[in-house]
């Protein structure tokens, strides 16, 4: 089976941009999308796709540092249309500093946060011209610190509490606008944000264990319930976060 028969979602003539795409779970949302049909920008912090060790070369690419607001405007400025956004593009303990400090709180906040609503904000014309069965699409990344806390991530989590109440406002403010606004909570996925803690079993393991699937998902693992999001089968939901975590809000 291919991997356009597996994920079984059409999405030929969309336009979608995914923040972050350059990695990890930004990568498996922009492959399987491509993989769909759809026309696939990502953003990353480096100046092009060469300089990735990875193959992106079938993606558009703009530069985008989420830190950066006159940045985030700009790729808003070069799309000439735009069916879905996927703000994925985020970071915890922002330059290895302790998110303790207020001014690394901030930093967090802003880049976790602020980006995204920016950014959103400024796609939000194109959005609502949308031609996709359903309408516009945003897909935010929340996380499983949305719900509980990290000690050593207070900035990160604050964002990621706020992304899903920010997801609840603009879906009931946009609605009237034919734009509909969604997000994922992924669990322990693996991905360079999490590579410290897969290994090392004393971190990983309590969380894996209470995971009833007892294992660490992967970017595919999210691709598809945003892909599904997106969808026309999902044309009628707006305002939820969906914790895809292999049962860890459940335990």
């Keep these: 089976m291919s991997e356009r028969e597996r994920i079984a979602f059409d999405f030929s003539g969309c336009r979608v941009l995914v923040t972050g795409g350059s990695s990890g779970i930004g990568t498996g949302i922009a492959s399987a999308f491509a993989a769909a049909g759809a026309d696939v920008v990502i953003t990353g912090t480096r100046g092009s796709t ?15 540092r989420a830190s950066e607001p006159e940045e985030i405007e700009a790729v808003a400025a070069t799309l000439p249309d735009l069916d879905v956004l996927v703000n994925n593009a985020g970071a915890n303990l922002p330059g290895g500093k302790s998110e303790h400090l207020p001014d690394v709180f901030e930093e967090s906040v802003r880049i976790n946060l602020f980006s995204a609503y920016r950014l959103t904000r400024a ?3 194109l959005l609502g011209k949308s031609g996709l069965d359903g309408g516009g699409n945003v897909i935010n990344l929340a996380s499983m610190s949305s719900y509980f806390g990290i000690p050593i991530v207070p900035g990160y989590g604050a964002a990621k509490a706020a992304i ?13 606008d034919g734009i509909r606004v969604n997000a ?4 322990l996925i693996e991905s360079g944000m999490t590579a410290v803690m897969k ?14 699937m ?9 691709a598809g319930p945003v ?25």
């Design 50 to 64: 060469e300089d990735y060790d990875a193959d992106l070369s079938r993606f558009g690419y703009q530069r985008m």
């Design 184 to 187: 994922v909570a992924p669990g």
């Design 227 to 251: 892909l599904f999001l997106a969808s026309p089968a999902a044309r009628f939901i707006t305002g939820q976060t969906l914790a895809v975590d292999g049962g860890y809000l459940a335990a």
């Design 214 to 222: 007892a294992r660490w998902g992967t970017p595919e693992d999210i």
């Design 199 to 212: 290994d090392h079993e004393a971190l990983s393991r309590p969380h894996l264990d209470r995971t009833p």
């Design 123 to 125: 796609c939000k014309n």
């Design 164 to 176: 899903v109440q920010m997801t609840k406002s603009l879906a009931v403010a946009w609605a009237v």
